[in-house]
């Protein structure tokens, strides 16, 4: 009867923290809905911004986001990849492997503020690329890296070893296999791993902040070596500049709504693709 | 009845590592027959039939010595083509393991990979290949829907039919009915029996009533020993050696 109870009460207080922590997600979708939803409009969503940043709206800043995103998947999904195929396809058991692991490891823990200052060192100053999408793409991109690489390795360790066995006794190659066989079993989970790159790049500041982010650029960015506003440096903005705070933080708001709506559906694109990919592996 | 030796391995020993797997083999595979190969988990059996195709070679540390001479070639050579050498012998697997791929394309895999291109053929071969794997029938209303769908015995048949596609002339069988039920077993018996007249055909099996079913030749391995080969009939009625006897009562494996 004791132990009945003791286990009682430890399952209430599992089942608290668990609340708990879904709780403080609720609140933070709730606040930003409740003060950005406001801010949302048409004009907000297509416009650029006015006024010294109080009014108008956030345009460029979506757009210039959009860019970096691009840029930053297009830069580290074909190395990411490569990378990945090489862990688990081709690589020799020897100590090289033991090093490009623990690099892609201790990389996915590197703070990203650290990202934003070899950026600056490297992309922007080093070689020359300026405050420009193309240097914060490739910061970005080497961000998302580990990302991109342990979710495709996943998704190729995923794939079952029958299925390469049979292909090499049909007369493959290696490459052959892999291409065929390997690859396209594996691509939806390597897609799982792309969108949720996608939103990291996204919802990143410090990674962009002196590499590609400005506080205000008028219309269109013209070519990658040009400088662009992005969604969470707008924000960042927003609350740490400029002279009319009251409405600022709204646009603020608006902003972070935005942001947290695309990594949402981003993010509930990325589960379901996962889900249909599991359920036609499972028989 | 043809006496055409297919498959003639000679003093073959083979190592993973520093693990003789298998010693001192001298067997001989005729064409158009079915061999059967038995003998406790761990005997070399499996690992014989993958020197066949040379699937040996996936694994690190392997290493083959002796002779295996098939269409007057040493395959065990490191110059043998092992492409044309694969698609010659192929392999049908304990698990059935169709690709996640239309029917059709499973079977036209094999095809492409080659540098086949005329749709035409390939399509041919589709339709022969599946007939001759008696699953025709089933699927030719749904060569395009997933063959993942199909039940066990069909898949598995699936890959018996891949397997022809490619113009084998022998077929490995490595366990091919460990994960079926007795009906689909059945059929697969039934569709070796029919393929023998074309080719030869090696069957690894765990299942003695299976080997004595199907086969024209057994041979009982022990501890990477070739312990006794001859016709199936020999050895299930009045087997030489006294390791068989124990072997096939049950005594041991």
């Not at chain 1, 609140?27 to 940043?53: C, H, L, Y």
């Not at chain 1, 692991?101 to 060192?121: E, H, I, M, Q």
């Not at chain 1, 608006?254 to 592996?281: D, E, M, Q």
């Not at chain 2, 070796?192 to 024209?216: G, K, P, W």
């Amino acid at each position: 009867m004791k132990n009945k109870i003791i286990q009682q009460f430890f399952f209430s207080l599992i089942t608290i923290s668990a609340l708990i922590t879904a709780l403080f997600l609720l609140i933070i979708i709730f606040f930003i809905f409740k003060n950005g939803f406001n801010a949302i409009s048409w004009e907000f969503i297509t416009s650029v911004p006015k006024n010294g940043m109080t009014a108008g709206g956030v345009s460029p800043a979506i757009i210039g986001s959009f860019c970096l995103v691009a840029a930053a998947i297009l830069f580290s999904l074909p190395l990411g990849l490569a990378c990945a195929v090489y862990l688990q396809e081709y690589s020799p058991k020897n100590y090289i492997v033991d090093i490009v692991k623990t690099g892609v490891s201790n990389l996915a823990s590197v703070p990203s503020v650290v990202f934003g200052l070899f950026g600056l060192a490297v992309f922007v100053k080093f070689f020359g690329f300026g405050v420009s999408i193309l240097s914060g793409g490739l910061t970005l991109a080497i961000l998302v890296l580990p990302n991109i690489i342990t979710t495709s390795q996943e998704a190729l360790s995923a794939v079952p070893y029958s299925f390469r066995e049979a292909s090499l006794a049909l007369g493959a190659t290696q490459w052959q296999t892999i291409r065929k066989v390997v690859l396209p079993a594996a691509l939806p989970g390597i897609l799982t791993g792309i969108i949720l790159s996608i939103g990291r790049a996204a919802g990143e500041t410090a990674p962009i902040m002196f590499t590609a982010a400005v506080f205000y650029k008028k219309g269109r960015p013209d070519s990658i070596m040009s400088e662009v506003m992005a969604l969470p440096y707008h924000i960042y903005a927003l609350m740490t500049e400029g002279v009319n705070p009251e409405k600022q933080t709204v646009i603020a708001y608006g902003c972070a709504l935005i942001l947290l709506v695309l990594v949402a559906v981003l993010s509930s694109l990325a589960v379901f693709i996962r889900n249909k990919y599991r359920s036609s592996y499972e028989r | 009845m043809s006496d055409e030796i297919k498959i003639k391995v000679s003093n073959l020993n083979f190592y993973y590592g520093k693990m003789q797997a298998l010693k001192n083999i001298n067997i001989d595979i005729m064409d158009k027959k079915i061999t059967a190969l038995i003998g406790p988990s761990g005997c070399g059996k499996s690992t014989l039939i993958r020197i066949f195709n040379r699937m040996c070679d996936l694994v690190i540390g392997a290493k083959a010595e002796g002779s295996v001479i098939f269409d007057g070639e040493n395959i065990l050579n490191s110059s043998i083509d092992i492409v044309k050498l694969r698609q010659k012998i192929g392999m049908v697997f304990q698990k059935p393991n169709p690709f996640p791929k239309t029917i059709f394309q499973n079977i036209a895999y094999g095809l492409e990979i080659n540098g086949c291109k005329d749709k035409s053929f390939i399509k041919f071969k589709v339709e022969e290949t599946l007939k001759k794997a008696a699953l025709w029938e089933d699927v030719k209303d749904r060569l395009n829907d997933s063959a993942l769908g199909l039940s066990g015995g069909q898949q598995q048949r699936l890959c018996i039919a891949r397997a022809l596609a490619v113009e084998a002339q022998v077929i490995l069988f490595d366990e091919p009915c460990a994960s079926l039920d007795p009906i689909s077993t059945a059929k697969i018996e039934e569709l070796i029996l029919e393929l023998q007249n074309n080719y030869a055909i090696i069957i690894v099996t765990h299942n003695m009533q299976q080997a004595s079913r199907v086969s024209d030749y057994t041979a009982f391995m022990y501890l990477g020993d070739l312990i006794e080969f001859g016709s199936t009939n020999q050895i299930f009625t009045v087997p030489k050696n006294p390791k068989t006897e124990e072997y096939l009562s049950g005594k041991f494996g």
